[in-house]
T-cell receptor
Framework: QKEVEQDPGPLSVPEGAIVSLNCTYS??????FMWYRQYSRKGPELLMYTYSSGNKEDGRFTAQVDKSSKYISLFIRDSQPSDSATYLCALGDSSNTGKLIFGQGTTLQVKP | DAGVIQSPRHEVTEMGQEVTLRCKPI?????LFWYRQTMMRGLELLIYFNNNVPIDDSGMPEDRFSAKMPNASFSTLKIQPSEPRDSAVYFCASSLNGNGYTFGSGTRLTVV
């Protein structure tokens, strides 16, 4: 079993839709939860960072963490064609080394 | 800040040749990570350094791979001899005390 599971998609939605992206994990040692966005032929860029259960909102993006269920989500409201990218969840433990384990990534296409 | 700088952007080499990938992390960052990304396996951590010291190289596929960080502003990943299955995008990332990564643009390696 992989440490982090993420459905690779692809996921195709119409412009303006609400998008839900999810990851599950197996190791309860993970304490830091991040979402990265990767455009084609680019490096991943940090989108959201949280370390506690609950919701964190930033503009159209909401990151949700449920440590008891080992489940994390990223919601995108009012999705735009410019949101078309691959979204990767990343999890870190409490060792403070910064080592992250990434999900496979979900490819999202927002159609105008 | 120029971000994490990787070179070359693209590398095409013949099987058996030595390949050297280079990375300049963000000034002041104390951790550096080398990842490999393929469609099949996603982002895989190869090795990471903390304060120029290799901490975990368990992700290095085999002895053909080696990485060095002679100072805080430079790291190399070397493959010798290269094989077609090494074809992938190699990313370097840096961070300060584990507070999220900044990735470079990657080196797309093709071994023919």
């Amino acid at each position: 079993q992989k440490e982090v599971e993420q459905d690779p998609g692809p996921l195709s939605v119409p412009e303006g839709a609400i998008v839900s992206l999810n990851c599950t994990y197996s190791n309860s040692a993970f304490q830091y939860f991040m979402w990265y966005r990767q455009y084609s032929r680019k490096g991943p860029e940090l989108l959201m960072y949280t370390y506690s259960s609950g919701n964190k909102e930033d503009g159209r993006f909401t990151a949700q963490v449920d440590k008891s269920s080992k489940y994390i989500s990223l919601f995108i409201r009012d999705s735009q064609p410019s949101d078309s990218a691959t979204y990767l969840c990343a999890l870190g433990d409490s060792s403070n080394t910064g080592k992250l384990i990434f999900g496979q990534g979900t490819t999202l296409q927002v159609k105008p | 800040d120029a971000g994490v700088i990787q070179s070359p952007r693209h590398e095409v080499t013949e099987m058996g040749q030595e390949v050297t990938l280079r990375c300049k992390p963000i000034s002041g960052h104390n951790s550096l990570f080398w990842y490999r990304q393929t469609m099949m396996r996603g982002l895989e951590l190869l090795i990471y350094f903390n304060n120029n010291v290799p901490i975990d190289d368990s992700g290095m596929p085999e002895d053909r791979f080696s990485a060095k960080m002679p100072n805080a502003s430079f790291s190399t990943l070397k493959i010798q001899p290269s094989e077609p299955r090494d074809s992938a995008v190699y990313f370097c990332a840096s961070s300060l005390n584990g507070n999220g990564y900044t990735f470079g643009s990657g080196t797309r390696l093709t071994v023919v």
